[in-house]
């Protein structure tokens, strides 16, 4: 689960189909960082998967993200998993955080990319799994996107969660401000629920 970028010809062949065959343009101002915790915002489609998987690739990043357990079952299973899906629970049985603080903790090097409004659909808050993954684990947040708008997408800032999620979303959102969705309709508003838990 190497969290180091790959610069070899899988690279190359995607970021040609990112740029010349998609018409998008990368944002590759890579962070030297072993691990972090990598959100994947706007999500408003099927195609963002699509694209981010490329985008992800040509970056040569790994391809890891997490995604509920039920994704990973048959016939779509082993696919999602040679796409670099990490099967999660979700269940009140099995603390979602904790699974994946777990994951970094045994790892030497490890990127997760996680959509932070857990749907395609609108919602009035996001899921703050990633921001707690984050504090437990002790590793940054980085801000990853898709500008439908401008066919632009990449990496944006790193920043290490303060433990005051007001003041942290408050320069999440105001990155994200101008990034547009494929369906803005669809996008989640950046805030939590007040308690600041799921």
């Not at 998967?49 to 990973?72: C, E, H, N, Q, Y």
């Not at 994946?100 to 490890?110: A, R, T």
């Amino acid at each position: 689960m190497a969290g180091r970028p790959d610069r070899g010809p899988l690279r190359r062949a995607f970021r040609f189909l990112f740029e010349r065959v998609l018409g998008w343009t990368l944002d590759d101002e890579l962070p030297d960082l072993k691990k972090y915790v990598l959100l994947v915002y706007p999500h408003t489609s099927n195609w963002d998967f699509v694209i981010g998987i490329i985008g992800i690739t040509a970056l040569g990043l790994p391809r890891r993200w997490v995604g509920k357990d039920s994704l990973f079952r048959p016939p779509l299973g082993s696919v999602m998993r040679a796409l670099g899906g990490i099967p999660v629970d979700r269940s009140s049985k099995h603390n979602f955080v904790e699974q994946v603080v777990d994951l970094f903790n045994s790892s030497d090097e490890l990127i997760v990319a996680i959509a932070p409004e857990g749907t395609r659909s609108w919602t009035d808050h996001w899921r703050t799994g990633f921001y707690f993954i984050a504090l437990g684990a002790k590793v940054p947040i980085v801000l990853g996107y898709l500008d439908y708008s401008r066919k632009r997408g990449g990496i944006g800032p790193t920043f290490h969660p303060t433990g005051d999620i007001d003041a942290d979303f408050d320069a999440i959102r105001a990155f994200y401000a101008d990034k547009c969705g494929l369906h803005p309709e669809r996008e989640g508003e950046i805030r939590h629920r007040p308690s600041g838990r799921e």
